[in-house]
Nanobody, 127 residues
Framework: QVQLVESGGGLVQPGGSLRLSCVVS????????IGWFRQAPGEQQEGIAC????????YYTDSRKGRFTISRDTAKNTVTLQMNSLKPEGTAVYYC????????????????????WGQGTQVTVSS
């Protein structure tokens, strides 16, 4: 059973930065990627970025390119999402998820390509 625990959310002013962490346990070779998603109230899940567990390759959705960075620390079984230049519309719950072999290949992959999900961490961008 793959388990994921997010941390690092909180209140940040517009233009500020946050670093989210996702600690992963039970990750097997059948799950090849970690993705970050967000969900605001009344909205569908939206992919942010993903990183391959196989070769470390990354993918970012267009609006995040140049502002967000996803990275991994294999020794700590942790995936980090560095978020810079945050905007008020970035307010949402942010989730990390473990994807199968169809995820994070050329694009994020749909949410249903990610089988295991954390509980989320709230990010509020407000002055």
């Amino acid at each position: 059973q793959v388990q994921l625990v997010e941390s690092g959310g909180g209140l940040v002013q517009p233009g500020g930065s946050l670093r989210l962490s996702c600690v992963v346990s039970g990750f097997t070779s059948d799950y090849h990627a970690i993705g970050w998603f967000r969900q605001a109230p009344g909205e569908q899940q939206e992919g942010i970025a993903c990183i391959s567990s196989i070769d470390g390759s990354t993918y970012y959705t267009d609006s995040r390119k140049g502002r967000f960075t996803i990275s991994r620390d294999t020794a700590k079984n942790t995936v980090t999402l560095q978020m810079n230049s945050l905007k008020p519309e970035g307010t949402a719950v942010y989730y990390c998820a473990a994807g199968d072999g169809g995820a994070c290949i050329l694009n994020m992959g749909a949410p249903d390509e990610y089988e295991f999900w954390g509980q989320g961490t709230q990010v509020t961008v407000s002055s």
